[in-house]
């Protein structure tokens, strides 16, 4: 029987519809501070909404001249044409911005007949100020001061025109004119200073993204030259043993040779587990890099004759000599894989059975070696593979050159000279003939 959860008394059903959480990330509003100082900072000319914001600056300066023109010094109200050319000089401040010069030439045209008829001369005092510092403050020094001299030389003249105690009161309060302009000349800088600051904060934040785009391809590089030299060596090896088994089922069915058969199918289970080993030691050294750990051990030279080893069991005729002290760890492990590679080119297309001499000796502070080979070479026309680049890519990584070619006397050569930054350590001589 299937039972039902009670009704509430409400007779809305008992359970409750989920809806999934929404996330929204609030961001914090600025304080009145950082308002201001944001405002400060901004050069005025890029400033969203200028136009608008200058209109309304206009308008409230308007508006506080008419109320100083009405009630204040009433011996000098203006008449109805000093009251059109008082309003008429705030009007070019909607456009300060974008013509800071013309708009105080604007205004000085508008206002020195507004003071030559003697209206009310602190009216229009806030005005002449902020057109001043429009000036001051988009402009270069030198012109904010030829500025502030052309517009004293006209206002002191006026004045004399009017009266002779007006010009000199006005030479007194001279003093705010040049303050204006001074501090127009001060935001300047200041603004420069902060854009300065900015600017090298913003480079320094494209050079940390361009060195980690750089490192990011510098550690794609390296991921692709291991697994490319880890399953280029494995799988030819394979082939190779897989050829030699399928060529010896394949020669006389009647007379099996059973051990060479099975020593080349435990051939092939050595490798395989080999590579799997290798495989798995690739990926946790990229776990550990994704979780910010050490790359772990690098392969090195007492791993080359393990190689030899490897290309004999290919059916190569390998000899060795090793003649080499403890090389740096990036050193070494450039080292075996270019030994590494060579050796899987000499195993894949030398021929069968090819002779393959690998030296590996000190010499004047560098680690030289050479793997050479009596073989035919690669086939002309085939498809050319990445195994040389990723050699040459391995010796400039540690600072070497590597060169790469045919013999003139037959087969192919590989040299590589890795120069050694560390202290040597002991010296190790190995040598075989296969």
């Known amino acids: ?32 501070g950082e308002r201001i100082m944001a405002v400060i900072n ?38 109805a044409l000093g009251w059109t050319l008082l309003l008429a000089a705030h009007v070019p401040l909607v456009w300060r911005r974008r013509r800071p010069l013309l708009v105080l030439a604007a205004g000085l045209v508008l206002l020195v007949p507004y003071h030559a008829m003697d209206n009310n001369h602190l009216a229009p005092t806030p005005v002449t100020y902020i057109a001043l510092y429009t000036v001051a403050v988009t402009g270069r020094p030198l012109r904010t001061i030829l500025t502030g001299v052309t517009v004293l030389t006209i206002a002191v003249t ?8 007006q010009a000199i009161e006005l030479l007194r309060i001279s003093g705010w004119v040049i303050a204006m302009l ?8 200041y603004r420069q200073y902060v854009a300065a600051i900015v600017e090298r904060a913003e480079r320094a934040e494209r050079t940390r993204e361009e060195e980690a785009r ?22 030819t090896l394979i082939g190779v043993q897989t050829s030699v088994a399928a060529h010896v089922l394949a ?7 059973r051990e060479t058969v099975v020593k080349s199918l435990d051939d092939i289970a050595d490798t395989c587990r080999t590579a799997r080993g290798e495989l798995r030691t690739t990926l946790e050294v990229l776990r550990a890099s994704e979780l910010g750990q050490s790359r772990g ?6 791993g080359v004759p393990d190689l030899v080893e490897t290309a004999r069991l290919g059916g190569a005729r390998v000899e060795q000599t090793l003649r080499a002290g403890q090389a740096p760890p990036a050193v070494g492990a450039a080292a075996y894989r270019i030994v590494q590679e060579a050796l899987t080119n000499a195993v894949r297309h ?26 035919t070479g690669p086939t002309p026309g085939g498809t050319p593979g990445f195994g040389l680049v990723g050699m040459r890519e391995r010796a400039r990584s540690v600072g070497g050159t590597l060169d790469a070619g045919p013999r003139a006397e037959g087969g192919f050569e590989v040299t590589a000279v890795l120069p050694l930054t560390a202290a040597q350590q002991g010296t190790v001589t190995l040598e075989g003939t296969g």
């Not at 051990?297 to 007492?302: A, M, S, T, W, Y």
């Open 1 to 32: 029987m299937n039972r039902r959860a009670p009704l509430p008394a409400g007779g809305a059903p008992a359970y409750r519809k989920m809806n999934p959480v929404q996330e929204t990330t609030t961001v914090p509003r600025p304080r009145p």
């Open 42 to 79: 901004r050069d005025p000319r890029t400033a969203p909404h200028g136009t608008r914001n200058d209109a309304i600056l206009a308008a409230v300066l308007a508006v506080l001249a008419v109320c100083v023109g009405a009630f204040t010094d009433e011996a000098r109200r203006p008449d």
């Open 158 to 165: 006026v004045m004399l025109t009017v009266s002779t105690h």
């Open 182 to 189: 001074f501090f127009g000349v001060d935001v300047r800088y």
């Open 214 to 235: 750089r490192r990011v391809a510098e550690e794609r590089l390296r991921i692709a030259r291991d697994l490319h030299d880890l399953l280029a060596h494995t799988i």
């Open 251 to 257: 020669a006389d069915p009647e007379r099996l040779d």
């Open 297 to 302: 051990p690098l392969p090195g030279l007492d």
């Open 350 to 375: 030398a021929g069968p059975e090819p002779a393959v001499r690998v030296e590996l000796y000190e010499d004047q502070g560098a680690l030289r070696l050479s793997v050479t080979d009596d073989g």
